[in-house]
């Protein structure tokens, strides 16, 4: 059993690889003026145990907004939330819990390619059982939008203070 949520656990940190929080992906942040907030759909066996798109939505507007970082439904950058999660027969459920800031791009080699990409990202891996479900995800939730936070303020030092 051990060694299966070992591998449940390595097979879902594989794909969180991209953009991180070093100096250079926090560069990516600076002039950035306001931010749209996606939150990925909620998977079903996380959803059932309360957790849900609105309710991780009001809570990173909230943390933003307690922040005094602005937020624009129109802006072209936007923080995106996303929750996946994996279960083995039986035992707590895996969740990988990754906030980014995505931004539009275009490649060096074909400037006609434009697309959006995290430029910013963190996240994280839990282990919660059932009755925990909800709570790790709002908690990591709130971690995850104190991380932007802080690295929105690293490169923006007159904005959201």
């Known amino acids: 059993m051990y060694r299966r949520i070992c591998v449940l656990l390595a097979a879902l940190a594989l794909p969180l690889a991209g953009a991180g929080d070093a100096p250079l992906d926090r560069a990516t942040l600076h002039g950035v003026g306001a931010v749209g907030v996606v939150i990925d759909p909620v998977a079903p066996e996380i959803e059932k145990e309360g957790v849900t798109m609105d309710g991780l939505r009001m809570r990173l507007e909230e943390g933003l907004r307690n922040a005094d970082i602005q937020m624009d439904t129109t802006s ?46 963190v996240d994280t891996v839990i282990l919660a059982d ?22 929105y303020r690293s490169v923006n030092e007159s904005r959201g203070k």
């Open 76 to 121: 072209k950058a936007f923080l995106g939330l996303r929750l996946r999660s994996v279960r083995a027969a039986r035992g707590p459920l895996a969740i990988a819990i990754t906030i980014g800031l995505y931004q539009p791009v275009t490649l060096v080699r074909d400037p006609s390619v434009r697309t959006a990409a995290a430029t910013w990202e």
């Open 130 to 151: 059932t009755k925990q479900v909800y709570r790790a995800c709002i908690d990591l939730a709130d971690e995850l939008t104190g991380r932007f936070v802080t690295a």
